[in-house]
């Protein structure tokens, strides 16, 4: 059964950093695209990062581009997210995916998401 899993949320200062990781199991993700969304209160879940599955290419929102990074460790089956100079409207739940299409947001597989509160 494949499971994904997110972790390193929380609550942090305006200009702060957090790293959030993906883990996921159930068989091997070293093939797949994986990526990152987000939902805001109210609004629908959007895309934010994806990375291809040799690492080799990554694709960002505008929104978040030179701030955030993706990251992925084949060997681990995780995927990290680098937030940093971090904003209160990077407020959201964060949602990795594998095999995620930014334009559908559609993804094979979900995890729960992980809440990241930037706030003084």
């Known amino acids: 059964q494949v499971q994904v899993v997110e972790s390193g949320g929380g609550l942090v200062q305006p200009g702060g950093s957090l790293r959030l990781s993906c883990a996921a199991s159930?068989?091997?993700?070293?093939?797949?695209?994986m990526g990152w969304f987000r939902r805001t209160p109210g609004k629908e879940r959007d895309f934010t990062a994806s990375i291809n599955w040799s690492g080799s290419s990554t694709d960002y929102a505008d929104s978040v581009k030179g701030r955030f990074t993706i990251s992925r460790d084949n060997a681990k089956n995780t995927v990290y997210l680098q937030m940093n100079s971090l904003k209160p409207e990077d407020t959201a739940i964060y949602y990795c995916?594998?095999?995620?299409?930014?334009?559908?947001?559609?993804?094979?597989?979900w995890g729960q998401g992980t809440q990241v509160t930037v706030s003084s």
């Open positions: 995916a594998v095999r995620p299409n930014r334009y559908t947001n559609y993804a094979a597989y």
């Open positions: 159930g068989r091997t993700f070293s093939g797949d695209n």
